[in-house]
């Protein structure tokens, strides 16, 4: 399809650094890939035009606390300064960059990367920024999880705005939040904010019948919290109530979840799952959090 569309540059955000078979097909059709990411590079990399990887073993920048929002606003920091150099902006007008730190807040606090350094600058200023309610899109979520922007701080965009943007994805489909973030008008915001509002209810709805199933068969058959890989049987030292496989297992490719028998091809890879399991679409995130930390309450937020 991209193809179709003549598109000959695709720039990735907070993906690509393992996609070598897709960039592969995108440098066939004659397009130019850009990717920039945060996650761990392997030992192939994908044969991209340029990779911006701060964990890249070669980088310079100390920048690996970035998240792949901040990778992508660095990137576009330094496109605007060596357009200055090359006087591009004797021409067209500088763009200015301070309005889009509330994205880059939302999409660092929301990765829960270290608030440090460069991350904690720039999150601060973008909740500054959000303060000011210069986007309809976030007035309007903020108004659809009732935040108060006089107090607002980290822990309403982590508990409050965040959990509200990923349940578009989770529960329907994540092209919601970009409508959302690009609205021109309050009105179309508040229209789109009110419906994640909508899905974050339901998805709190689905993930406490799952936690309370969970909790039960724990209660009736303890066995559940075993240790080790299920595949190879080598001890983690971690509970697990489902069958999750070692990283470095050579048998890792599938699992198989104690609570509803769902084989899965990769287990961060959902789409292998039977999609009429309440498994693949609900039960993974939950089910590794509860088991990570029983008491948190982020299924609540």
Known sequence: MTADQKVDLVITVDCGISSTAAVAAAVEEDMDVIITDHHEPGQILPKALAIVDPKQPDCPSGLS?????????????????????????????????????????????GDMVPLVNENRVLCLAGIRQMQKSTRPGVQALAKAARIDFTRLDSDDISFKLVPRI???????????????????????????????????AQRQTIEHEIIAEIERRIQDN????????????????TPVCWALPRPNCPENMSARCCCCHATIRRPWDLAGASTTSIFTRHCLPTLICWINSAAMPWHQA
């Open 166 to 200: 990923n349940a578009a994805g989770r529960m329907s489909h994540a092209r919601i939040c970009v409508s959302l973030l690009t609205s021109q008008t309050l009105a179309d915001a508040e229209k789109i904010a009110f419906l994640l509002d909508d899905l974050n």
């Open 222 to 237: 303890p066995s559940l919290l075993k240790t080790g890989c299920s595949c190879c049987g080598t001890n983690t030292g």
């Open 65 to 109: 606390f970035l998240a792949g929002v901040g990778v992508a606003f660095f990137l576009v920091m330094g496109l605007r300064s060596y357009f200055r150099d090359k006087h591009v902006w004797d021409r067209y007008p500088e763009p200015k960059l301070v309005p889009f730190l509330d994205l880059f807040a939302l999409g660092t606090i």
